[in-house]
């Protein structure tokens, strides 16, 4: 496997250089005091607004704050805008935020650029934290190339498909215990419409290389395609890609969501929990919100692995974990923040308070020796465990890959190729252009990727 490029992403330092413009366009959506910078016993922490960060907000300053005297001042953004915002902070080394949510895509190629504090020391000053506990995938992902830990995950996934039980008995339909994406396409069109206003089948369309891209580059992997091959040769104009992406633009379209080229995971989220739609397939950490106490949906779902075509699994890995920034002016005060936030004593705290389906699992491997847990999460925390660890980075489809990741390629262009690609095939969602015209266009933007790796 070839090492991806140690070049300063280009796709960051553009968000960098545009941070004047950036900054009035999002400063609308903030959460929460980030204007300043943090120092005394404050700090500041920039997050993805996803349901387990709004809890952790909630509980911050009665428990964290109240024991640690550190306050924190959180700014929650969606997906995309936070992304924008944390790598224009981040390459620039502002300081401007202490910590900020980065994913096991991002940690690798941040680690590189200087811009992460190593949190090896802090570890290993800290043996309450139990790193050890830590699933040896995640650790794994957030290593940088030096072979030090740059981030701690607060929670952990991978994918599978959710359906909706009581639907499905009523119209005769049994879902396959290792299904296949035929045969979810053919359910979603026998459940599309078993109520009024439900359709088959919620898939992300909202482009996005975190969005839409991720569940896409799944299917892609499992029909046999891939961004690059081994030599970074472009193929998003082979058969295989083709195929795997025809097939789900069709499927969404013939059966998916209303509005899907606008749905990403929050509206697919929706779309479940308001009884929308039959089936879903996307993050695992999903399933925590669909069965918490007083879920319309709770207690009605069954759970499935990842479909597949050619592969035997086709379920992504991925974390949302905590990033130190190397500028931070409250490093220490930052760990603990960290330390807190993604330990045992965390998850007892929510699950205590919030109910146990709701801890941000996918982390620990006590998590699914606790038999709180255990009863709690039984609908889905076994089939999570089962796909977090069988999950392929390194290997995730039917030939030698370039560089490692399962629903993206970790190389720091991949952030503005995915998400221009996706659009395109938004597009296609949305009835703009067929899926010939977007992987053409598709193609020609990945063929200028090629170019720079080739050789190498």
């Known amino acids: 496997m070839r090492t991806p490029s140690r070049r300063r992403p280009r796709a960051l330092l553009v968000l960098a250089a545009a941070g004047t413009l950036l900054t009035p366009l999002l400063s609308g959506c903030w959460v929460g005091a980030g204007g300043a910078g943090s120092g005394g016993d404050s700090i500041n922490v920039l997050m993805v607004n996803n349901p387990q960060m709004v809890e952790l907000q909630k509980l911050t300053a009665p428990h964290f704050t109240k024991e640690t005297g550190i306050k924190v001042n959180f700014t929650v953004l969606p997906e995309n805008d936070v992304r924008d915002k944390i790598s224009q902070d981040f390459a620039n080394q502002a300081g401007q935020y202490d910590v900020a949510t980065l994913s096991n895509y991002e940690i690798p190629i941040y680690a590189r ?55 499905f008995a009523a119209k005769g339909l049994t879902m396959p215990a290792h299904p296949t994406w035929q045969q979810v396409a053919d359910l979603a069109a026998k459940a599309d419409g078993a109520r ?44 295989a890609f083709r195929g795997a992406t025809k097939f789900y633009v069709d499927l969404v379209r013939a059966h998916g969501e209303s509005g899907a ?59 949302w974990a905590w990033g130190i920034q190397h500028a931070s002016h409250n490093p220490d005060k930052a760990w603990k923040f960290v330390s807190w936030a993604s330990s045992k004593e965390y998850e007892q705290l929510v699950g205590e308070t919030s109910g146990w389906p709701n801890v941000p699992a996918g982390k ?10 255990r009863r709690s ?63 053409k266009k598709s193609q020609q933007l990945a063929e200028k990727i090629s170019k720079e790796y080739e050789g190498r």
Request: hydrophobic share 35%; with cysteine.
């Open 113 to 167: 650029n200087g811009w992460l504090r190593p949190m090896d020391g802090y570890v290993a000053k800290d043996p309450s934290y139990d790193e050890k506990d830590v699933l040896a995938p995640m650790r794994a992902s957030l290593t940088g190339d030096d072979g030090k830990l740059y981030g701690q995950p607060f929670y952990g996934e991978s994918s599978f498909l959710m359906y909706r039980k009581d639907v």
């Open 196 to 239: 009024p206003g439900m359709r088959g089948i919620c898939l992300r369309g909202l482009p996005g290389w975190g969005e839409m891209a991720a569940p896409l580059t799944t299917v892609v992997n499992t029909f046999g395609g891939t961004w690059f091959d081994k030599d970074w040769k472009a193929r998003l104009d082979s058969p």
């Open 261 to 319: 080229a606008q749905s990403g995971f929050a509206e697919c989220l929706n779309d479940m929990t308001q009884g929308k739609v039959a089936m879903w397939y996307d993050a695992t950490s999903a399933a925590g919100s669909l069965e918490a106490k007083g879920s319309p949906v709770e207690g009605k779902l069954g759970y499935a692995p990842a479909p597949v075509e050619r592969t035997t699994s086709s379920g992504w890995l991925y974390t």
């Open 377 to 439: 999460a039984a609908a889905f925390q076994e089939m999570t465990r089962q796909a977090i660890e069988s999950s392929r980075p390194g290997d995730p489809g039917v030939q030698p890959r370039p560089a490692p990741g399962i629903q993206f390629v970790d190389i720091p262009e991949f952030t503005d190729l995915g998400t221009r690609v996706s659009q395109e095939i938004s597009a296609a969602i949305a009835g703009r252009q067929s899926v010939d015209a977007a992987l």
């Open 364 to 373: 620990r491997a006590s998590t699914y020796d606790n038999a709180d847990y």
